[in-house]
Antibody, heavy 120, light 108 residues
Framework: QVQLQESGPGLVKPSETLSLTCTVS????????WSWIRQPPGKGLEWIGY???????NQNPSLKSRVTISVDTSKNQFSLKLSSVTAADTAVYYC??????????????WGQGTLVTVSS | SYVLTQPPSVSVAPGKTARITCGGN??????VHWYQQKPGQAPVLVIC???DRPSGIPERFSGSNSGNTATLTISRVEAGDEADYYC???????????FGGGTKLTVL
């Protein structure tokens, strides 16, 4: 059974960098594209970006200047860094697997999500 | 950038049929995926590629896509179907993922 688990600090200070890691089990990270999605409290889903095991990435243009997504195939993990955070970046952050061919793939497995609060 | 429009809310009585729409320019030419999200939980894929049901999803869930509107249909609605529903496509000009704003389904 494929499982994804987000990990990282739940509290980040304004202007600092948010860092999260997604650990994948039950599947090889080299088999699919992997993505980060976030959801501010009480709001809808926002796609952040995706990565392939080769390191190829694509990001939401609204966040692109602040987002770095990387992959560590030896640990079967991928990571998100979001710089210069503000209160508007407070959200539940999900990692998810993309199944299918980009650009038609679906998110078929999701992590449970982790709440990151930006506050001093 | 490509925009998807969903009604904020839909209400339906138990046992009736709920239809949740997702509007977009020529969305019929794209593959649409639908997700169900219950409070405090991660989204779950309920329809993929317009009308396919992933394993474990009841037959009561179906989808269609034509012209400028994709539709998620839930037949014989149950209390347990109460959730937020999101449509998702790809903006093929940029290979970016696009989500609709979400629809809250209320079972009366």
């Amino acid at each position: 059974q494929v499982q994804l688990q987000e990990s990282g600090p739940g509290l980040v200070k304004p202007s600092e960098t948010l860092s999260l890691t997604c650990t994948v089990s039950g599947d090889s990270i080299s088999s699919h594209y992997w993505s980060w999605i976030r959801q501010p409290p009480g709001k809808g889903l926002e796609w952040i970006g995706y990565i392939y095991y080769s390191g190829s990435t694509n990001q939401n243009p609204s966040l692109k200047s602040r987002v770095t997504i990387s992959v560590d195939t030896s640990k079967n993990q991928f990571s998100l860094k979001l710089s210069s955070v503000t209160a508007a970046d407070t959200a539940v952050y999900y990692c998810a697997r993309l199944r299918g061919v980009v650009p038609a793939a679906m998110f078929d497995y999701w992590g449970q999500g982790t709440l990151v609060t930006v506050s001093s | 950038s490509y925009v998807l429009t969903q009604p904020p809310s839909v209400s339906v009585a138990p046992g009736k049929t709920a239809r949740i729409t997702c509007g977009g320019n020529n969305i019929g030419s794209k593959s649409v995926h639908w997700y169900q999200q219950k409070p405090g939980q991660a989204p779950v894929l309920v329809i993929c590629y317009d009308s396919d049901r992933p394993s474990g999803i009841p037959e009561r869930f179906s989808g269609s896509n034509s012209g400028n509107t994709a539709t998620l249909t839930i037949s014989r609605v149950e209390a347990g179907d109460e959730a937020d529903y999101y449509c998702q496509v790809w903006d093929s000009t940029s290979d970016h993922v696009v989500f609709g704003g979400g629809t809250k389904l209320t079972v009366l």
